[in-house]
């Protein structure tokens, strides 16, 4: 067990417990952490597009001003993320998951995410419908930034934060589920926080 | 000797801090007593994690700011929004433990024994201080080989070791370039390290120099790659990259 | 958010490999690309650390740190060579 270091308190968090609100072996902080595994790509809105693609094509597609078109809400959530902090009633500007998959008729039960500078992650697609998932634009009344996963990114709070793919630019309908870039290399498939499934085999 | 400093295992050991000596108002050298320390080369660092009442654990590389044959020490510079820098400067007092793993590298080292031709040093803020150790080791071991450094700093207050390398012996030249502001009469360069000044200060490539480059991503790689379009070889000019703001 | 070189994770890979690695010439097994782990880039700032080749910026290496092992995924290297 290593010794306590005399003095030291870290960024500012609150243990789970007192939170109440936290899943288990999280701390709140104020911070926004960046968390990257590759480059920030920084993609004009000018040229993104999102797509729903199943058996190697496009279902359907929407570029800037067609997804903002769309009706939009402002979703205010908890987020945690699997290196352990939470970030509590974080706003976002986003457009229902419901909005763009509704318009596609199909009877896939998985979706993986993919991204701008190539991250992928899977979820079961009755995890991004029934109101539990965004396409976010804003955070915070501005616009999202690159850091952040701007233009726009997967908001799913319901799960550990990887699975909110930064710059996402579709989502793959797939009748079996495929690991993503995190799950591939050990992380849990689904990635509960409720039930703390970090890892895969949790 | 130095084969057992790589090989085995790396574990972490408790070091009672022997002294924190301030450098620069942001500075401090944090000297170290860690038991069974086999010694470190020049240019290499060690880890350190701290150890919150509840469990929160954090760790960082420190870059070793003493030779060969000294008392083990590291040079740490407080980032005002760090969450380990500003501990280590500030809170850490002589008597206290502190959690290390070391020493680590075998890339970003130098060994007069086996590396030839004069060094090139450019550091970029906290980048001094594996090159220190370095020019430490090198004046220590009474080596000949001709040695250049080029330090760019925000200011001449923020460049440490400023009196050991205005000091500095025979065979040394220190360049500063300083960045953000001057002292009045100022003299010496201004402004950001690029091609021209690298070209003034390198030496020359037909001597097959050695280069040591030190301190944040960017600066690091804007200074290799020019260091490589004067001619130096790739695999002679050797990169440690801080991170955005030069350590956490 | 800037990337770290291969110098930043030393005693990761120490404790990964039993011995110092940085200096290890690493092949990128996508482009070929040969270098010291330490001149190799590195996100360290993820849930795990991600070592990409800087030619082509492929995953070389990925190291998860679980909760009570590492986890390495070597699958972007053709060859990895220690001295």
């Known amino acids: 067990m290593s010794p306590v270091s005399r003095g030291f308190h870290g960024r500012r968090r609150v243990p789970a417990q007192q939170a109440g609100r936290v899943p288990p072996g999280q701390y709140v902080t104020e911070d926004f952490p960046v968390l990257s595994a590759g480059p920030t790509p920084h993609t004009p809105t000018g040229n993104w597009t999102f797509s ?60 993986l995410a993919f991204c701008d500078g190539g991250y992928t992650t899977n979820l079961p697609l009755a995890d991004v419908t029934g109101g539990r998932a965004w396409l976010a634009f804003g955070f915070d009344g501005q616009p999202l930034p690159a850091e952040h996963g701007g233009p726009a990114r997967l908001l799913v709070p319901h799960l550990y934060f990887w699975k909110s793919a930064k710059w996402v630019r579709g989502l793959d309908l797939l009748d079996a589920d495929q690991p993503g870039f995190w799950e591939t290399y050990g992380y849990h498939r689904y990635g509960d926080p409720w039930r703390e499934q970090r890892y895969a085999g949790d | 000797m130095a084969g057992t400093a790589l090989r085995g295992r790396l574990t972490w050991q408790n070091a009672k801090v022997a002294a924190v000596i301030r450098q620069t108002a942001r500075a401090v050298t944090i000297v170290l007593d860690v038991p069974g320390w086999p010694g470190q080369r020049a240019g290499q660092h060690l880890d350190v994690r701290l150890t919150a009442e509840d469990g929160y654990r954090a760790e960082r590389s420190y870059s070793i700011a003493s030779a060969p044959g000294e008392p083990v020490a590291i040079t740490v510079e407080r980032l005002d929004d760090g969450e380990v820098s500003p501990y280590l400067t500030d809170e850490l007092r002589a008597g206290d433990t502190l959690e290390v ?20 040093l450019v550091a970029g803020g906290s980048g001094i201080v594996p090159l220190r150790s370095i020019l430490r080791h090198r004046e220590r071991t009474g080596s000949t080989a001709p040695a250049r450094l080029l330090y760019s700093s925000r200011s001449l207050a923020e460049v440490i070791y400023r009196d050991e390398l205005d000091n500095d012996g025979a065979g040394v030249t220190v360049v500063y370039t300083l960045t953000r502001s001057q002292p009045p009469g100022w003299t010496g360069h201004a402004g950001r390290v690029d091609a021209a000044l690298l070209a003034e200060v390198a030496w020359p490539v037909d001597g097959e120099p050695l280069a040591f480059v030190c301190g944040p991503t960017s600066f690091v790689e804007t200074a290799a790659q020019d260091l490589v379009e004067l001619g130096y070889q790739p695999g002679r000019v050797k990169t440690e990259r801080f991170g955005a703001t030069g350590g956490r | ?58 995953v070389l290496m990925v190291v998860i740190r679980g909760r009570d092992r590492n986890c390495v995924d070597l699958r972007g290297l053709a060859a990895i060579e220690a001295r």
């Open chain 1, 52 to 111: 729903i693609r199943q058996g190697g094509s496009v279902r359907r597609s929407w570029d800037w001003l067609q997804m903002r078109a769309l009706p939009a809400e402002t979703v205010t959530a908890d987020i945690h993320c699997v290196t352990r902090w939470s970030k509590l009633g974080t706003e976002w500007q986003a457009v229902s998951m419901d909005t763009l998959l509704d318009q596609v008729e199909h009877d896939a039960r998985y979706v």
């Open chain 2, 101 to 120: 793993r070391g020493p680590i590298g075998g890339y970003f080292v130098w060994d007069p024994g086996k590396d030839r031709g004069p060094l090139l």
């Open chain 3, 1 to 58: 958010m800037d990337a770290l070189d291969g110098n930043a994770i030393g005693g990761l890979l120490h404790e990964v490999f039993g011995t110092e690695m940085t200096a290890a010439a690493a092949m990128c097994a996508a482009c070929g690309a040969t270098r010291p782990v330490a001149e190799c880039v590195v996100y360290l700032d993820a849930p795990g650390v991600v070592v990409r080749c800087r030619s082509c910026g492929s």
